[in-house]
């Protein structure tokens, strides 16, 4: 399978789930996680009509960053120290994940007059290693976060707990959804819920159903990692 057969398998997924939720392809955006991909797969993607990717790491991003001109997504956990060079990257953070982070980015923000676009990450998995606001603290982390005037956050992101069972993922989406919904009810000229960042290659169907319109797409597109 090439890069460009593995997207038009995946338009065709994410369609089907669009219709399913009343939306439409367009309706979801697609992003590519390249992490573990080399720069020629990267560069087919964009070929084939891929417009978004993402890295997680700063290492990774330094090499294809400059390489690639595309809008590019942070999503993986953000080091304080690493803030400066994350700014240059990414056009948005996707995984914002604590008061304290979004603080040091205020900081860097002001200092580079810059306004920051993020995504406030969730946990929803319950998984105590994974980062994000559990659930019950995003709304004073919302609160927090609106008073940052140099941040814009945009929505929120979350990743399912790595679970066989597809209901228990799908029950992870629609935890989602619902403090989506509450945090579109917060009135603040920087808190906009536009984006519901939800759904990887192995669930990004139930997620969409759900109400995702942004999924985070790695391995169904650049293939399994080599080991
Ligand atoms: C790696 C990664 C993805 C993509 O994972 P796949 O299962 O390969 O689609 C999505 N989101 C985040 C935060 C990731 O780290």
Not at 18 to 41: H, N, Q
Not at 56 to 79: C, D, F, S, T, Y
């Amino acid at each position: 399978m090439s890069i460009a057969e593995n997207i038009s398998r995946v338009r065709g997924r994410i369609e089907t789930a669009a219709v399913k939720s009343g939306r439409t392809l367009k309706d979801i955006t697609v992003v590519a996680v390249t992490k573990g991909a080399p720069l020629e797969a990267v560069r087919q993607a964009q070929e084939a009509g891929i417009g978004v990717f993402a890295e997680n790491r700063l290492q990774e991003a330094a090499i294809k960053v400059p390489q690639i001109p595309a809008e590019w997504h942070m999503v993986g956990h953000l080091q304080t120290n690493k803030i400066k060079d994350a700014l240059g990257f990414f056009k948005l953070i996707q995984s914002v994940d604590s008061v304290r982070l979004a603080k040091k980015i205020q900081e860097a923000a002001a200092a580079l007059g810059q306004i920051v676009s993020v995504l406030l990450e969730i946990n929803i998995s319950g998984e105590e290693q994974k980062y994000g606001f559990a659930p019950e603290e995003i709304y004073s982390a919302a609160d927090a976060v609106i008073a940052l005037p140099n941040l814009r956050v945009l929505g929120l992101m979350g990743i399912a707990p790595n679970s066989p069972d597809m209901e228990v993922r799908r029950a992870s989406f629609k935890k989602l959804k619902s403090i989506f919904n509450v945090c579109k009810t917060l009135k603040a000229e920087n808190f906009e819920m536009k984006y519901l960042s939800m759904g990887m290659s192995g669930d990004f169907e139930a997620a969409i159903e759900e109400g995702s319109n942004m999924v985070r797409l790695g391995h169904v597109i650049f293939g399994e990692p080599k080991a």
